[in-house]
């Protein structure tokens, strides 16, 4: 494959590199250091430039790109009726993306990521950025220069899935750096949901890379990725569902998972469904932290959560388009990109930063596996997930 990028992957990537600095930087103390929010005004202004010239350079869009700003429209409308004005950049990104070869912003992924880490990290044991200590009933856990404890050990394990799903296939060695890396991450955070994901992922990874089974072309493969995402989404959402507080199997299950299951069935019986999404004031422990007098209701599971805050409408499309995703991944023939695909769904039934693209790349896989759907001959796109067929600069 060539190696040189189309104007258009060019625009895309100087925008998503650019976004994604400022938006890892809010994660850390980092930004305390400089003019953040003036800086990153402009930083927004300048990205929204970017993308709408990336339109005007793809000015064909047959019925797919037709296709897909009409469900950029419906998920603004969302934005607008949940009051949730954070969705607009991460579904501009996900429709520009739909030309670009994943592999670009993955690689923009980690170089933005480990540099943002390591100077983070760096600072924070050297005292020039906080180093908070959380401290809980059972555990002290250390932000090592990030606002929250846990959003290292998630950008650790997400860096992991993307090096992975980069590399294809991992070595040993490759394997063992892997986990001593996201184990030290978890010796200092205590984040018991990575610890469960990047083990089996890694292992997992390293173990089909060794046994090299030829799946790709069975049936039963395919619909497994392809029903990955809403089995994992349903199942998710039924356990908070039929949560019962009088059921002593259910409190142990609950009493695993930090009450997850309770306070996703308390903002069920709270909020209920609606079509197109409703305002939800989301109150985690940062918020608790500055404000004692609030309430905590945080709902860690992100497929309920986008359920509740963002609609019936949104939780479809999402879900239409995690089975695209599954098809996509089933047909790069790359059994890391799977493992990494199953491990971020996983995450997502625990945690929120499914759809937080300052976490991760992997929802960019939504509109770059929409526009290598062929609804009218599958077949014909075999083989061909990364071509490129615009011109060169």
């Known amino acids: 494959m060539n190696k040189r990028f189309t104007r258009s992957e060019f625009l895309f990537l100087t925008a998503y590199i650019l976004w994604l600095l400022f938006a890892v930087l809010r994660l850390t103390y980092l930004k305390d250091l400089f003019a953040f929010s003036v800086m990153n005004r402009y ?23 037709i296709l897909g700003i009409c469900v950029v429209a419906a998920l603004y409308y969302v934005s607008l009726q949940a009051n949730a004005t954070e969705l607009v950049l991460p579904v501009g990104f996900i429709f520009s993306a739909r030309n670009v070869d994943y592999r670009h912003f993955f690689k923009a992924t980690l170089a933005v990521q480990l540099s943002v880490m390591a100077v983070s990290v760096t600072c924070s044991l050297m005292g020039v950025i906080p180093n908070e200590a959380w401290e809980e009933p059972e555990r002290i856990r250390y932000s090592l220069g990030y606002t929250f404890c846990t959003y290292g050990s998630h950008i650790s394990l997400f860096l992991t899935l993307v090096y992975m799903s980069l590399r294809k296939r991992l070595k040993f060695m490759e394997a063992a750096l892997l986990l001593i890396w996201n184990l030290i991450w978890y010796q200092v955070t205590d984040t018991r949901t990575d610890l469960f994901l990047f083990v089996p992922a890694i292992v997992g990874c390293y173990v089909l890379g060794r046994l090299e089974i030829k799946m790709w072309n069975r049936w039963i493969y395919r619909l497994a ?9 349903f199942g998710a959402i039924a356990a908070q569902w039929y949560f ?7 409190l142990r299950f609950d009493h695993a998972l ?4 309770r306070l996703g069935h308390d903002a069920i019986t ?14 985690g422990r940062g918020g608790i932290k500055l404000h004692p007098d609030w309430v905590y209701n945080y709902v860690d599971c992100s497929f309920l959560k986008y359920l509740l805050h963002y609609g019936i409408v949104f939780f479809v499309l999402l879900l239409l388009g995690l089975v695209l995703v599954g098809r996509m991944v089933a047909e790069s023939r790359n059994p890391a990109l799977a493992v990494a695909f199953v491990a971020w769904l996983l995450y ?26 062929n609804f009218i001959l599958p077949k014909a796109m075999s ?7 615009e011109n060169r600069v």
Do not use: H
């Not at 079509?275 to 004031?281: E, H, R």
């Open 270 to 283: 709270q909020y209920g469904f609606s079509l197109w999404g409703q305002y939800i004031k989301w109150v």
């Open 258 to 261: 930090n009450s997850r299951l």
């Open 348 to 373: 997502g039934a625990v945690d929120a930063e499914l759809f937080a693209l300052n976490f991760q790349p992997f929802m960019l896989l939504l509109g770059y596996s929409f526009a290598q759907w």
């Open 244 to 250: 019962d507080i009088d059921n002593a199997l259910w």
């Open 383 to 389: 083989g061909k997930i990364c071509q490129v067929t």
């Open 225 to 233: 990725l392809m029903l990955a995402g809403p089995v994992i989404a």
């Open 43 to 65: 930083v927004e202004k300048i990205v929204m430039g970017l993308l709408l010239l990336k339109l005007i350079e793809d000015d064909r869009y047959g019925i797919k790109g």
